[in-house]
């Protein structure tokens, strides 16, 4: 393995991603699946952009967030499945020092940007059912790209910093990442000398990132839920609860998953484990959006009729 010396330290020029080597004998089972897999993604997260910008019903500040959402799945899974594809389809594994450190940053850029933007549809929900009247004044245009950028400037920080972190230690040690992309947690283990103190910071920054979008998104539904259960008739209260059932459904997904990924120490469970679990959160979430909001939304089912009856005529 090739080396640069600085000083005293060794630099790794390029790492070799194992990703699913265990698996060679099934590589084109596997380049099928993640080729399905990452072409649904796409088309349905397309398909909403395209139904919430061409409906005009739906040009209110719930799918607008919901629009960026989208937008962010596509380009949260296009992060990691094409060098996936690329590496099963060619068996070349190797990835440079420079582009493992874009392909985490745009990982934590993409994933953190939704840890905030799905706080701020929690606000939106919470003005919309608790303060119906004052609604359209509170959440106006302006508001809604304010909030909607500040999701992406949040997510621009949160990335730079744990990026520059990780990638300022000492690798050199092996340069093999037991992974499918370059993670922090196989990255973590190719650091010289002890990591304590590094896994540590990671895991505090991670649950400062995670849990206080998470606790806005709580308060948020606790006066949500206390408003919806004063409401007298059923139908009303099914009305005003199936208006924030799907996004309730995502978040669930999203930080059930990110919360077992990054809360956690790194040897909590052995690689092929860590792999499932990555997958699951930055394959299987990313296409579930999409289908969660078509099966359990009225309106985006409607939306998604006349745009498919647009294409098709």
């Given at each position: 393995m090739q080396r640069e010396n600085m000083g005293n330290k060794t630099s790794v020029p390029e790492f070799v991603i194992l990703g699913f080597s265990n698996y060679r004998d099934r590589n084109v089972v596997l380049f099928a699946v993640f080729l399905g897999i990452y072409v649904f993604t796409v088309l349905g997260n397309i398909l909403i952009i395209l139904a919430a910008s061409v409906d005009p019903t739906l040009h209110t500040p719930m799918y607008f967030f919901l629009r960026n959402l989208s937008f962010l799945?596509?380009?949260?899974?296009?992060?990691?499945?094409?060098?996936?594809?690329?590496?099963?389809?060619?068996?070349?594994?190797?990835?440079?020092?420079?582009?493992?450190?874009?392909?985490?940053?745009?990982?934590?850029?993409?994933?953190?940007?939704?840890?905030?933007?799905?706080?701020?549809?929690?606000?939106?929900?919470?003005?919309?059912?608790?303060?119906?009247?004052?609604?359209?004044?509170?959440?106006?245009?302006?508001?809604?790209?304010?909030?909607?950028?500040?999701?992406?400037?949040?997510?621009?920080?949160?990335?730079?910093?744990?990026?520059?972190?990780?990638?300022?230690?000492?690798?050199?040690?092996?340069?093999?990442?037991?992974?499918?992309?370059?993670?922090?947690?196989?990255?973590?283990?190719?650091?010289?000398?002890?990591?304590?103190?590094?896994?540590?910071?990671?895991?505090?920054?991670?649950?400062?990132?995670?849990?206080?979008?998470?606790?806005?998104?709580?308060?948020?539904?606790?006066?949500?839920?206390?408003?919806?259960?004063?409401?007298?008739?059923?139908?009303?209260?099914?009305?005003?609860?199936?208006?924030?059932?799907?996004?309730?459904?995502?978040?669930?997904?999203?930080?059930?998953?990110?919360?077992?990924?990054?809360?956690?120490?790194?040897?909590?469970?052995?690689?092929?484990?860590?792999?499932?679990?990555?997958?699951?959160?930055?394959?299987?979430?990313?296409?579930?959006?999409?289908?969660?909001?078509?099966?359990?939304?009225?309106?985006?089912?409607?939306?998604?009729?006349?745009?498919?009856?647009?294409?098709?005529?």
């Amino acid at each position: 393995m090739q080396r640069e010396n600085m000083g005293n330290k060794t630099s790794v020029p390029e790492f070799v991603i194992l990703g699913f080597s265990n698996y060679r004998d099934r590589n084109v089972v596997l380049f099928a699946v993640f080729l399905g897999i990452y072409v649904f993604t796409v088309l349905g997260n397309i398909l909403i952009i395209l139904a919430a910008s061409v409906d005009p019903t739906l040009h209110t500040p719930m799918y607008f967030f919901l629009r960026n959402l989208s937008f962010l799945e596509i380009c949260y899974t296009s992060v990691t499945l094409p060098k996936v594809l690329s590496n099963l389809l060619s068996g070349h594994r190797t990835i440079s020092f420079t582009g493992c450190a874009l392909q985490m940053y745009f990982f934590l850029f993409f994933g953190g940007t939704e840890c905030f933007l799905l706080a701020v549809m929690a606000y939106d929900r919470y003005c919309a059912i608790c303060n119906p009247l004052r609604y359209a004044s509170i959440m106006n245009k302006k508001v809604c790209l304010q909030l909607s950028g500040g999701s992406w400037v949040c997510g621009t920080v949160v990335a730079l910093e744990h990026t520059v972190f990780i990638f300022t230690l000492p690798f050199c040690g092996s340069n093999v990442i037991n992974h499918f992309f370059c993670e922090i947690q196989p990255l973590l283990k190719l650091v010289c000398g002890d990591t304590y103190w590094s896994e540590i910071q990671i895991i505090v920054g991670a649950a400062v990132i995670l849990l206080l979008p998470l606790l806005l998104i709580l308060v948020s539904y606790t006066y949500i839920i206390s408003t919806i259960l004063k409401i007298r008739s059923s139908k009303g209260r099914h009305r005003a609860f199936s208006t924030c059932s799907s996004h309730l459904l995502v978040v669930t997904l999203f930080y059930g998953m990110a919360l077992i990924m990054y809360v956690r120490p790194k040897s909590s469970f052995p690689p092929d484990v860590n792999k499932l679990l990555s997958l699951l959160y930055s394959v299987v979430t990313p296409i579930l959006n999409p289908i969660v909001y078509s099966l359990r939304n009225r309106e985006v089912k409607g939306a998604l009729k006349k745009t498919g009856m647009k294409i098709f005529h």
